[in-house]
């Protein structure tokens, strides 16, 4: 059998894959993109922004519980078509994809794009579509799939996950999410403000991912508030007559379906990725540098979803992109990675920035506080709810992290996810201006609250105002 040569074989065409294209062809490499599931990203498909179009249809549907207090009548009245609705995620979801689709593969020449399952029988050797392809380099870039156990599998059309939700018409009367991860909880919160009655389990005893108690704890007590929170015992299903009985320990709920949302398993079923030569875990996938992202010591490359590492689409791009690079120029180039960060939508919003609480040295961290609840904004708004948690160094002042619940955090974190990664203390971010009022007015409380806490403060005690000459000056707010 003739075996074509290419520079770089790149397994898989999501996020991860494309962007390990985008620069496969920017350093003039002739390659082959192959890929065997439904074309288009994971994220677009049935992940970020589908699940983020039915966020806000419910979020919008929700309002009108708020509005009576402002004194806006009618809203009692309001209803809601919800396969209309779901036409509407379905019709935005079909943009995205063909977006993504419109400026990846569409251009691509037909012996470029091969729509067809891969097997690996080298390091280098790929059998696809009836053919072999020998790649002086190889990207894997797979992505994954819902985990769904082998005893649930014969519950049919009652149990779905996020790759059937959003094809749904409609929805039923009451259904278990079982799972409160990210995805879990977002869906969940959204299918119960649709009026689904949502009732949710997770056999851990924290939710969206949760690593500081404080966080933990108010996420469950706010969300606990509009549907049913079970955790700390693993969900068993049953078959009753034509609906599904959920039980974990002492709790127990008859629902017409289950969301199943514990997780994704890497695809790599039928890779061949046995034939790599390198050990492979208990998933199947082999160990890789993070930061070269490159398998062992071979021309082989892991980007994205299937490495379980962070299965987020800005990172699944940049781990494509450094894949792409070192496959594309037969280079191992480690690159620096970028502050982690985090964020669920849910109704507050659920953040993590930089280094987690189970991560941090206790003895060498200051922690700073603030609740949303007096900030005037958040007020306002009437979404004064959550807690906001700061992480820094003592001795330097540095900030670390921050783990958060409250309202328009996605834009909190990304404050202070960009302020880690310039190496910013404490002190510095104080001297930032703070408008009012703001919602950036709870990150300026939570920041004096640590500053108090931090051995790095200026001498003439300074806080807020840099110094102008080369006078000691005091600020106006000591």
Request: aromatic content about 6%; some cysteine.
């Amino acid at each position: 059998m003739a075996e074509p040569t290419v520079d770089v074989a790149i397994i898989g065409s999501g996020t991860a894959g494309l962007n390990a294209l985008a620069q496969t062809r920017r350093a003039g490499k002739s390659f082959v993109l192959i890929n065997g599931g439904e074309p288009g990203t994971t994220c677009a498909r049935v992940g970020c922004m589908p699940s983020k179009a039915l966020i806000q249809v419910a979020e919008d549907y929700h309002r009108r519980t708020h509005l009576g207090k402002y004194g806006i009548d009618g809203h009692e009245g309001m209803t809601l078509d919800v396969p209309e609705a779901l036409e509407h995620v379905q019709d935005l979801r079909d943009t995205f994809v063909d977006r993504v689709l419109g400026n990846s593969t569409d251009d691509l020449p037909e012996d470029c794009f091969i729509q067809d399952d891969a097997r690996l029988l080298e390091p280098t050797l790929i059998e696809t579509a009836g053919q072999r392809i020998r790649a002086r380099a190889v990207v894997i870039a797979t992505g994954s799939r819902p985990l769904v156990p082998e005893s649930w599998s014969g519950l049919g059309d009652r149990l779905i996950t996020t790759d059937d939700l959003f094809e749904l018409e409609d929805l039923p009367a009451s259904m278990a999410v079982i799972g409160l991860g990210t995805i879990g909880l977002e869906l969940g919160q959204s299918l119960s403000r649709l009026g689904i009655q949502v009732t949710g389990f997770d056999q851990l005893e924290r939710i969206a991912g949760a690593q500081d108690p404080e966080v933990n704890q108010a996420a469950i007590d706010l969300l606990g508030r509009e549907f049913p929170l079970h955790l700390g015992t693993a969900a068993e299903i049953e078959e009753q007559g034509d609906r599904l009985r959920v039980t974990a320990g002492d709790q127990s709920v008859l629902v017409d379906k289950v969301l199943c949302s514990i997780g994704r398993v890497p695809n790599v079923q039928g890779l061949g990725l046995e034939n790599l030569g390198v050990p492979l875990d208990v998933r199947g996938v082999p160990a890789f540098d993070p930061n070269s992202m490159q398998v062992g010591d071979l021309p082989v490359f892991i980007a994205g979803d299937v490495t379980g590492d962070r299965p987020i689409l800005h990172e699944a791009g940049d781990e494509g992109k450094i894949a792409g690079y070192n496959a594309a120029r037969g280079e191992a180039i480690r690159f620096r990675r970028k502050t982690p960060l985090f964020i669920n939508f849910c109704d507050p919003n659920i953040c993590a920035v930089g280094l987690r609480w189970n991560q941090l040295d206790r003895a060498t961290t200051a922690v700073g506080q603030v609740k949303f609840a007096p900030v005037g904004r958040a007020l306002i708004m009437g979404r004064n709810r959550g807690v906001l948690r700061l992480y820094a160094d003592k001795a330097s002042g540095r900030l670390l992290g921050s783990e958060m619940i409250g309202p328009k955090g996605e834009h909190l974190a990304h404050l202070l996810c960009w302020c880690i990664e310039q190496g910013l203390t404490v002190g510095e971010l104080l001297r930032m201006p703070f408008y009012h009022p703001v919602i950036e007015e709870a990150l300026q409380a939570a920041l004096y609250d640590l500053y108090a806490k931090v051995d790095a403060r200026h001498k003439d005690g300074l806080t807020e105002l840099a110094r102008l000459t080369d006078e000691p000056t005091r600020g106006p707010f000591e």
